[in-house]
């Protein structure tokens, strides 16, 4: 009994002891993180926007778009470019329309191009390179200033106008599926008061074109509709050459005159395949026929123009 209250009265004595060393060895929890309020204000050191100025330029008849940071301006043909210009729709191909009227009338530098012009318009718009245009004007109310050729308005390509001296020049290739492809050379020579510029390009297109039509038509004498197919498939390919040379003389800072010479060359071939079947009352072919027909077109433009502009004050 003695020894049990011994045991007891030492246990007692040690406990605070030991409570006190598992204390001091324990590490120190690290104290609580203040959870932040749903109202606490998040600080912002500074935001910085930057924009081109010179994308686009609003006028009184008329809205100007850049298109000289434009990647597909860069590789690609005229049609591209518009692509990305509002209110510009280009199909598959190449005819233009502005706001849905495809009544458009195509200038560059403000002047008619017998290239726009024509059933070879949409072609040439695929083309012709668009790394020599700067920026494109969209006119949907001209002024009296332009004839009233197109209903829908004008669109008018600013060419680039090389200031710096010497040799530049870009080649560019594009390789798409089906056997697509162009490529051209564009090169600007300027040396004092002459500037020399031209280009050349080739543009290799395949279209495929599947068309099907399911017709019923009355007969009088059963009174049931007769069923009948059309089916039609055309493939087309070929390419385009174009070739330009301009040349550009300033007289002085006022007056300069200009020269150029384009030629374009058109040749594809179309191939056609037409298939027809007409069913009497008892479901039989009552009428069919198969056609085939191949085309071949070829078409060539040649344009030569010149021009003198003097830069009147103000």
């Known amino acids: 009994m003695h020894l049990k209250y011994a045991l007891l009265a030492a246990a007692a004595v040690l406990s605070p002891a030991l409570v006190q060393a598992q204390t001091a060895s324990a590490p120190a929890a690290p104290p609580a993180s203040k959870a932040p309020g749903k109202d606490a204000p998040t600080a912002v050191e500074g935001v910085t926007i930057t924009s081109d100025s010179t994308a686009m330029r609003t006028s009184i008849d008329r809205r100007s778009y850049s298109v000289a940071n434009d990647l597909s301006a860069k590789t690609g043909s005229i049609a591209d470019a518009l692509r990305n210009i509002p209110s510009v729709e280009v199909d598959v191909q190449g005819n233009v329309s502005l706001r849905g009227d495809a009544n458009v009338t195509i200038m560059i530098?403000?002047?008619?191009?017998?290239?726009?012009?024509?059933?070879?318009?949409?072609?040439?718009?695929?083309s012709l390179p668009a790394d020599q245009i700067d920026r494109v004007e969209v006119m949907t109310n001209p002024s009296a200033a332009?004839?009233?050729?197109?209903?829908a308005g004008i669109i008018n390509l600013i060419t680039k106008k090389?200031?710096?001296?010497?040799?530049?020049?870009?080649?560019?290739?594009?390789?798409?599926?089906?056997?697509?492809?162009?490529g051209g050379v564009t090169a600007t020579r300027r040396e004092g008061k002459l500037t020399l510029s031209g280009d050349a390009g080739y543009r290799y297109d395949t279209q495929v074109g599947v068309q099907e039509i399911d017709r019923a038509t009355l007969d009088k004498t059963s009174g049931q509709f007769l069923p009948s197919r059309f089916d039609a498939t055309q493939n087309n390919e070929g390419g385009a050459l174009t070739l330009r040379g301009g040349a550009d003389y300033d007289l002085d800072k006022q007056n300069r005159i200009s020269g150029e010479v384009r030629l374009r060359r058109w040749d594809f071939d179309s191939d056609l395949f037409e298939s027809y079947a007409g069913r009497d009352a008892l479901g039989g072919v009552s009428r069919a026929y198969t056609r085939t027909s191949d085309a071949d077109i070829t078409r060539e433009n040649k344009s030569v123009s010149a021009d003198w502009r003097r830069q009147m004050k103000g």
């Open 109 to 126: 530098d403000g002047k008619p191009s017998g290239m726009f012009s024509g059933d070879g318009k949409a072609d040439a718009l695929q």
């Open 146 to 151: 332009y004839r009233p050729d197109g209903s």
């Open 162 to 182: 090389t200031q710096k001296p010497g040799v530049n020049g870009t080649v560019r290739l594009n390789v798409g599926p089906n056997g697509r492809y162009n």
